[in-house]
C-alpha cells in the first residue's frame, strides 16, 4: 500500500478524499484510456502528424494508453499534450508558477482506507493498493499524460500532484461526472488575451513594465522576436513570455543597477525602444545562430541571460553619453561578444549542450566580455 497525506471530505453523503501524489505515484497508479469505436489499428491519440522536432516520445506514450469499448475519455489531442509539455518546462525553467496547480480528480478500481490522525479527525493517511492501474483520471488525463510524457526532465525534484480520489465510485456516476466537467467550456477569446496589456493585467509596476516590453517585442515588426513569443499561452511563437517577463520584472526592479530612481524611471518610458534595439544588434552580431535551426540563442536560457546583462550594456553606454536607445551605440557596446563570444558559443549540440549552459553562467560569460573586451585579466 502506498500511503498519502489526505483529507476526508463528504458532500451529499458521498465520501471522498482531497490527496497529494507525488509525480512518481501519478505515474504508476494511474491507467489512461480513451473510448474505442471497434475499429481496427485505431490509435488513442488525435491532432495532426508527429512532428519530428518533439520533445515527446509519442511511440511509447501511445503505448501506454488503452482503448476499451466501455472507456469514456475522448481521444487525447497531440497538440494540447505537446503544449502542456511545453508549459511544464516553462514552470521548470523559470521556477515562478506550479505547472499543475488545480487537482484533478481520479477514480480507485479497489478499496482504499483512511487512518485519521486523532479520532474524529478529517486529517489523516490515505492508504493506496500499490498496483499498476489502479487509479483511473475522470478529469485532468491530458495533465497527467503529459506529466508521464515529461517525468524524466523532472529528476529528483519534489513534485506534488493535488488529487480529488474517489473510492470505487459506480461507473454510471463516474461518466455522469466526465460528461458534467466536459460538456460545457468557458474560454476567453484568443483575440482578446492577447490585445490585453501587461497594465491592464498587471498591478505591479516593474511587472507591467516587463509584459509591455515582451509585447513590443513580439508585435513590433522591427523586432527579431517578432511574432516568435507565445503570449499568454497564445500564439504560434516558440518562445515562452513567462520566463522572459520574470527576467525583464527583476530588471525593472532593482532601480540602482539602471542608474538609480530617477534613470530606471526614465528608462522604463524608453525601454520597449532599447531592447528592441538592443536584441536587433545580438540578432546582427551572432547572425548564423540567430537564424540558423541548430542553436539554442533564441531559447528561454539564453535571452534571459541577454537581458539579465542589459545594466552592464546601459552603465558602458551611459560611460560613451550615448542615448540608450540608440541602435549605433548599443553595437558598439556589444562588439566585444562577437570576438570574445562567437556563434559557435550557441550551437545547441556543441558548447552550449557540452558545458551545461545556464542563465548564470551565460550572463557571467558576456559580462566579462564587456568587462574584458580584448580577453585580459581572464
Given at each position: ?42 490509435t ?29 475519455q ?55 493498493p500499490?498496483?499498476?492501474?489502479v ?26 500532484v ?17 460528461v ?9 477569446n484568443?483575440?482578446?488575451l ?16 516587463a ?10 515588426d ?30 525593472f ?14 528608462f ?90 545556464t ?20
Amino acid at each position: 500500500m502506498i500511503s498519502v497525506a489526505a483529507i476526508r471530505m463528504q458532500q451529499f453523503g458521498v465520501q471522498f478524499y482531497q490527496a497529494s501524489l507525488t509525480a512518481n505515484d501519478i505515474d504508476k497508479l494511474v491507467r489512461f484510456e480513451v473510448l474505442s469505436y471497434n475499429d481496427q489499428g485505431q490509435t488513442p491519440v488525435r491532432g495532426g502528424k508527429k512532428q519530428p522536432q518533439s520533445k515527446i516520445k509519442w511511440d511509447v506514450l501511445e503505448r501506454r494508453i488503452a482503448s476499451s469499448e466501455k472507456a469514456y475519455q475522448r481521444h487525447i489531442i497531440r497538440r494540447k499534450i505537446e503544449e502542456l509539455v511545453q508549459y511544464y518546462e516553462q514552470c521548470r525553467q523559470a521556477r515562478d508558477l506550479p505547472s499543475i496547480p488545480g487537482a484533478v480528480i481520479i477514480s480507485a478500481d479497489e478499496k482504499l482506507s483512511f487512518d485519521p490522525v486523532e479520532a474524529g479527525s478529517l486529517l489523516g493517511r490515505l492508504k493506496v493498493p500499490e498496483r499498476e492501474g489502479v487509479l483511473r483520471a475522470i478529469d485532468g488525463q491530458h495533465r497527467l499524460l503529459a506529466l508521464h510524457a515529461d517525468i524524466e526532465n523532472f529528476a529528483d525534484e519534489p513534485f506534488s500532484v493535488p488529487a480529488i480520489i474517489f473510492d470505487r465510485l459506480p461507473e454510471d456516476h463516474v461518466v455522469q461526472m466526465f460528461v458534467t466537467i466536459n460538456a460545457k467550456h468557458t474560454r476567453l477569446n484568443s483575440s482578446h488575451l492577447v490585445s490585453l496589456s501587461g497594465r491592464q493585467l498587471y498591478r505591479d509596476e516593474s511587472l507591467a513594465a516587463a509584459h509591455d516590453v515582451v509585447r513590443a517585442l513580439n508585435d513590433r515588426d522591427e523586432s527579431p522576436l517578432h511574432g516568435e513569443i507565445k503570449l499568454l499561452g497564445v500564439g504560434r511563437g516558440r518562445v515562452a513570455q513567462a520566463p522572459l517577463a520574470q527576467e525583464f520584472k527583476k530588471l525593472f526592479a532593482n532601480e540602482e543597477a539602471l542608474g538609480g530612481a530617477r534613470k530606471a524611471a526614465e528608462f522604463r518610458e524608453e525601454s520597449k525602444k532599447f531592447f528592441v534595439n538592443y536584441l536587433k544588434q545580438v540578432a546582427s552580431l551572432f547572425e548564423s545562430a540567430w537564424n540558423g535551426r541548430k542553436y539554442s540563442i533564441r531559447s528561454a536560457t539564453a535571452l534571459r541571460a541577454f537581458i539579465r546583462v542589459a545594466p552592464d550594456v546601459i552603465q558602458r553606454i551611459d560611460q560613451l553619453h550615448a542615448d540608450r536607445t540608440d541602435y549605433r551605440a548599443i553595437g558598439r557596446v556589444i562588439a566585444p561578444w562577437g570576438r570574445r563570444i562567437g556563434a559557435l558559443r550557441f550551437e545547441t549540440e556543441g558548447a552550449w549542450k557540452r558545458q551545461g549552459t545556464t542563465v548564470d553562467q551565460l550572463a557571467k560569460e558576456l559580462k566579462l566580455a564587456l568587462q574584458y573586451p580584448e580577453g585580459a585579466g581572464v
